[in-house]
């Protein structure tokens, strides 16, 4: 048996096994089932919510981590509720749709009540220590009035992102008393330990006022450096307000302000629609392009249509890997793709019959129909990742889902176009060159 044909059956036997976790990962086969594949708002239903952070604080070389730090929180605030897979992205503009802003983008599938979405997010604290300038000592009460925050008091740095965990506490905890006023206890975590030692030693007999969400509800003065990262909020709170406050807090603090910029719902039933034209729209086009290709390309066409079943498998497997969430447009774009992956063979199967019309045997015109034809299919597959690469680097959510099932579309039919298709037609060519199988291997209506 020859290398190409056992290859060949290399090759299918592991196609079958990837298509077999391919399917059973979407029929709810326990083993696989965290593969299944994830479908976005526009085609599960539910609310997507857009917020706008406020970076104009944080400097420039922090805005990447402050991002990052803003999109983990609010992830731990939506899987609290238990939302079936929320996806929480951040997304800077572009300076093609509107400069440095910085964008949150939170999707809630399954929910369609935008004010129970809201609440979802809710409004996590903005925590902040700030230290009285000296100059402020001497404002009158009247001054105070009119002066900015950042006027009166100074930042130092420390936030609600250096915090550990948030515990309630009382005023006569440990006296063995009952009641007393509610307090807010502060643990941070070490590099924020590390900081608040360093203001308690240099800023001893100053006041270190703590504000949240911008107002300030404590102003302590420092009376020794303070090592052990510990902090207490008194704000003359009620049982149940400390009880929020604690719980806002461990959910997690805004290491950057937000506000809502723009909300969508899409209903259950219209993602329902659109997801299921997406599929029938891509199982005729396939089966549109596979008879095509046999009915031109004869039996090089049939090979090629299993190169495509065999593409298909591997794309879909790599997109439940990633995970590739789907949405309308990322559809639209596997569908283009799979267009698109037929494009390296018609140059293959051209170059081919050019090469039996100048006499050559099969064998001939397939090795030289592959190697002629690679620079123009090497060529064209990079402009088409190159363009990916630009969607999905200036588009937004959607456009990004469009751009990468293009872009991996392009990578993996590059493999199946040359190697796959190569190495099946390698294995069944035949020996002899009479009329028939010539007339088998060329195209159209050429005989």
């Known amino acids: 048996m020859s290398k190409h044909r056992i290859l060949s059956v290399i090759l299918l036997l592991v196609v079958v096994g990837i298509g077999y976790f391919v399917y059973a990962s979407q029929v709810g086969n326990p083993r696989f089932s965290k593969y299944a594949f994830k479908l976005g708002l526009d085609l599960n239903g539910g609310t997507e919510l857009v917020y706008r952070a406020d970076i104009s604080k944080v400097k420039s070389e922090n805005v990447s981590d402050s991002m990052a730090s803003l999109r983990d929180v609010i992830e731990r605030r939506v899987n609290i509720f238990g939302v079936s897979e929320p996806v929480v992205q951040t997304e800077k503009s572009s300076v093609v749709t509107g400069g440095n802003e910085q964008r949150l983008i ?170 299921t034209a997406g599929v029938n729209a891509g199982i005729v086009g396939f089966a549109l392009l596979v008879a095509f290709l046999i009915l031109w390309y004869r039996l090089p066409g049939f090979v090629a249509s299993i190169s495509l079943v065999i593409y298909i498998i591997l794309s879909l497997a790599i997109f439940k890997l990633i995970p590739v969430t789907f949405t309308a447009a990322g559809i639209a774009g596997f569908i283009l793709s799979i267009g698109m992956a037929v494009d390296a063979n018609v140059l293959i199967f051209e170059r081919m019959k050019e090469e039996l019309k100048r006499g050559k045997s099969v064998h001939d015109a397939m090795h030289e129909g592959f190697t002629r034809a690679w620079l123009s299919i090497r060529d064209s597959n990079i402009s088409s990742i190159i363009t990916a690469i630009v969607l ?56």
Do not use: C
């Open 392 to 447: 999905f680097w200036l588009g937004t959510s959607a456009v990004k889902g469009f751009a990468l099932t293009l872009g991996l579309g392009v990578v993996v039919s590059m493999f199946t176009a040359i190697t796959v298709s190569r190495t099946f037609l390698f294995a069944i060519v035949p020996a002899s060159n009479n009329r028939f199988v010539k007339f088998l291997f060329s195209n159209g209506l050429h005989i």
């Open 106 to 275: 939170v999707e809630l599938p399954g929910v369609t009540n935008i004010q129970q979405a809201i609440a979802m997010i809710g409004q996590t604290p903005q925590l902040e220590f700030m230290l009285l300038r000296d100059e402020a000592k001497n404002f009158t009460q009247e001054e105070l009035k009119t002066k900015r925050v950042d006027e009166v008091f100074a930042p130092t740095g420390l936030t609600g992102q250096y915090l550990n965990k948030a515990v309630l506490e009382f005023s006569n905890q440990g006296s063995g008393q009952l009641g007393g006023e509610p307090l807010v206890g502060l643990t941070f975590n070490s590099e924020g330990r590390d900081l608040f030692a360093k203001i308690t030693k240099e800023n001893k007999g100053k006041v270190l006022a703590i504000f949240l969400d911008g107002t300030a509800i404590s102003s302590p003065v420092i009376k020794d450096e303070i090592i052990d990262g510990k902090a207490v909020i008194s704000g003359s709170f009620t049982r149940d307000e400390a009880k929020t406050l604690v719980r806002n807090l461990n959910y997690g603090a805004l290491p950057v302000p937000i506000e809502l910029i723009s909300t969508e719902t899409v209903g259950a039933s219209l993602g329902e629609n659109a997801k």
